[in-house]
Structure formats: C-alpha cells, structure tokens
C-alpha cells in the first residue's frame, strides 16, 4: 500500500507539471519566433533583390536551386535554423507575418521622423519644399541635429535618401493626419470607426494566433456566447475577460461580428496580396494596439501609473511575472508584446497620445466628464436598451445601481457591472448624472432637434 501511495504522488506531480511546462515552452516559442521574424527582416532589408523574389513566390525557400544560388541566403539559413524551419513549414504563412513587420517598422520610421520635423520647423521647411535636399551633403552638414538624426536611424535614411520624394510625400499625409485628428476630434464617427477598427484588430490579432478556435467560430459565430465552449478554451475565456467590449459586441450579435471580422481579415489579405498601399490597413492595426492596451491600463491604474512612469517595465521579466493580468493580456496580445519589445518608450509615447486624443475627444463633446469615455456611457445605453425593466426601475430611483439586495435580484445587470468598472464606479460616485446621461445615449434623438449636452457632475 505504502509503495502504491508513494507511485500515485509520484503520478499527480508528473501530470500537475506538464500544463505548467507546455505552457512555459509555448510562450517561449512564441517568443521565439518573434525573434527569428525579426531577424529574417532585417536579412531582407539588406537584400532587396532576394526579398522582391520572396514575397512575389514565398514556395522559393523550398527551391533548393533558388537557394543554392544565392549563398547569403544559404549562409543565412545555415546561421538560423528556426527560420529555415518555419519557413519550409509554411513559408505564405512566414512570409505574411514579416511584411506586417516591415510595415510596422516603416511607420515607425515615419512617426519618428515627422517628432524630428516638429521639432525642428525650419528644416521641416526645406525639406517639405526640396527633399533632394537630404542627399546634399552641404544641406546635412550645416544642419548638425539633422545629421545626428539620420546617423541615430540608419534604415530611416536609407531609405530617405533612396526615395526622398516619396518617403516626404508619406511623412505630410502621416503629419496630416495626426492635426486632423488633433483639429476635429469632435468628430464622434472618426473615434467610433477607429475603436471599431481595434476591437476587429485585436479579435483578428487573435483568430490568427488561434488558428484552431478561428475555425470553429468562423463556421459557428455562436460558439462565441457558449459559456461551455468558451472555458473548454482558455485562451478564449482570458481573451474575452481582457476585452470587455468585443465580449460586449459579440454577446449583441456573433453573426454580425464574425461577418465584420472575416471583412477585416479579407481586407488585410488582400492588400497584402496584391502589393497595394498598406498604410491604412497599418494605421487600423496601430489604432487597435493603442485602444486595445489604453483599455487595459485603463482598468489597471496601479500597472499604467508604473509603466508610464517608466516604459521598460514593460520588457522587463520579473516586473511582468510579478503583474499576472499584464502577463496573460501580452500573450493575448501577440502584436503588442512585439510592438512593445522593439520600443517601449516608443509604444508608450503613442498610447499615451491616444489617451490624450480620446480625453481631448470628450471635452470637445461637452461629456459629463473626461473620467468617463463615450464608450462607456454608449455601452451603459445600449444595456439599458435591452433591460427594459431595469432601465424604468433605475430611471426613477438611479440610487438602486448601489443597493446590494437589488444587485442580487438582477444578475445581468450585476454581471454587466463587474465587467465595465468604470461604469460602476460612475453610478457609485453620482448615479442621478450618469443616468440621465446613459439614457440620452440610449435612443437617438428626433429628426430636427440636437443632442443636448449631458448633464454636469454635481457635488
């Protein structure tokens, strides 16, 4: 008995650790590969002739021929098994996820380089008038931040020098674009599509790293709202608790959503297919990681005071180990763990402008308050639209969001609660405003009239 006792502990521990290791050696993988991802970028970077031919035929890293005849390629793959192997296993695959890559890094390039011209108008001036002016050396020359710049980004210069009119003509329609934003962020529709654009980004971002649950819930959006399928999922069930509104959308209708979605993939598929302009596509993925992490340091103030304070915690193993929620959302998160791994401050500095954009956004509406995104109260309508009851109930006495008793008589709304603290916390601080508020959003207003501005907060 003592011996068969001893070999079923022995048994549970053995079984207990795979999980644990399996785990362990997935996100290794994962991690992995990002590093080999961008190691084979920068090999095509510096070899723009093999790269033209790879991404017009990825088949021809199988082509022993093609490879043989191009020895930096074969010493390449000599030096980085991983990607040789990743490549012959799916080299359309492989291929798909570094031009994403090289997209990211052409319009960081851009970002980085439109800072420099801000800060320094009068060769912003110039240039924007003659950009041959990068490949005159007496123009660098008595220029010496200019200089220090394009020694500072070796690839941003090349390829500035390479095509300066071009690389000019996207850094206006990049600086463009963000006074736009900055000048009309009144505009309610613009915020709506880019957060609409994330939550497809980021399920997209999911589905392609989950390809096993992609098809499922691509023949069966319904899957989605089944509690059975979505904890027989982990991956699934921790995706959905980190992004409260694609649960919240996809709960509305799954149909819909996986309609939207798969529009989205297609979308991103063929412009990567046919060669064509992907700056759009681009800005939708960047707008997606920023909503996407602003959300979630949003919902975790002791994380975001942290990281802003200091970006590298990001990067930084212990510190992550020691935050469970910001571990679990980087692996869901693929896009942004490796945005964040190549520049943390970078990645920082861009999400803390979004937050910034979407505060700016709701001064500018004349919001109840900028503690309070639209979103929120949008959401807290669109629940009160599907709760009639409550809805009347909260209407005539909006103190009852705060009575534990009512809470427990009306599971969905306490469920909804616990899944949008910031709507609580609103109803527990002045629930007579936030309801007042939440039900102007709840139904439109007649044809003729304006939507009236939503009461101020009064303490």
């Known amino acids: 008995m003592k011996h068969l006792l001893t070999l079923l502990s022995l048994a549970a521990c053995f079984w207990i650790a ?84 090289d997209a990211r890094e052409t319009r960081q390039e851009l970002a980085n380089f439109d800072n420099f011209l801000d800060k320094h108008p009068e060769i912003a001036e110039q240039l924007r008038k003659d950009p041959s002016l990068v490949n005159n050396k007496q123009f660098v020359d008595s220029h010496p931040a200019l200089q220090k710049f394009l020694a500072g980004y070796s690839g ?92 919240q959308e996809i709960s509305q209708n799954p149909n819909n959503f996986m309609q939207r979605e798969q529009r989205f993939d297609q979308r991103e598929d063929g412009m990567n297919r046919d060669g064509m302009d992907r700056n759009g596509m681009d800005r939708d993925r960047n707008r997606g990681e920023m909503a996407s992490m602003d959300r979630f340091l949003d919902s975790h103030p002791e994380i975001a005071e942290q990281v ?5 915690q990001l990067t930084n193993k212990q510190f992550v180990d020691q935050h469970p929620a910001l571990q679990t959302y980087l692996q869901q998160h693929p896009q942004v763990r490796e945005e964040v791994a190549q520049n943390p401050n970078s990645f920082m500095q861009q999400e803390q402008r979004f937050d910034g954009q979407e505060n700016n956004y709701g001064q500018s509406r004349g919001r109840f308050d900028n503690d309070v995104t639209r979103g929120e109260l949008t959401s807290f309508g669109q629940f009160l639209s ?55 959003m709840s139904k439109p207003a007649p044809k003729g009239t304006t939507m009236q501005r939503p009461p101020q907060k009064q303490y």
């Open 18 to 101: 795979i999980p644990a290791s399996a785990q362990s050696s997935t996100t290794q993988d994962r991690d992995t590969t990002a590093q080999e991802l961008g190691s084979f970028d920068r090999f095509m970077d510096g070899h723009p002739e093999i790269a033209e031919q790879l991404r017009k035929n990825p088949s021809l890293v199988q082509d022993k021929d093609f490879v043989a005849g191009h020895p930096e390629l074969q010493q390449f793959f000599r030096e980085n098994p991983g990607v040789r192997e990743e490549l012959q296993e799916n080299p359309n695959a492989f291929m798909h996820r570094e031009q994403r890559l």
């Open 386 to 440: 599907s709760h009639d009851s409550v809805a009347q109930q909260l209407a005539k006495n909006p103190s009852l969001a705060n009575n534990a008793e009512y809470m427990e008589n009306h599971p969905e709304l306490k469920a909804y609660l616990q899944a949008h603290p910031g709507v609580q916390e609103e109803l527990k601080e002045n629930p007579q405003a936030f309801m007042q508020s939440a039900q102007q």
């Open 308 to 312: 802003r304070k200091d970006p590298s």
């Open 156 to 247: 941003l210069a090349e390829d500035l020098r390479q095509n300066p009119n071009g690389f000019m003509q996207q850094e206006q329609r990049l600086d463009q674009r963000g006074d736009g934003m900055n000048r009309d962020g009144a505009n309610r529709d613009g915020m709506d599509r880019d957060r609409n654009r994330g939550e497809m980004a980021s399920m997209d971002s999911f589905l392609d790293g989950h390809p096993e649950i992609a098809e499922q819930v691509r023949k069966d959006p319904s899957l989605l709202t089944n509690e059975k399928f979505v904890k027989q999922h982990p991956a699934l069930q921790s995706y959905l608790q980190q992004n409260p509104q694609v649960r």
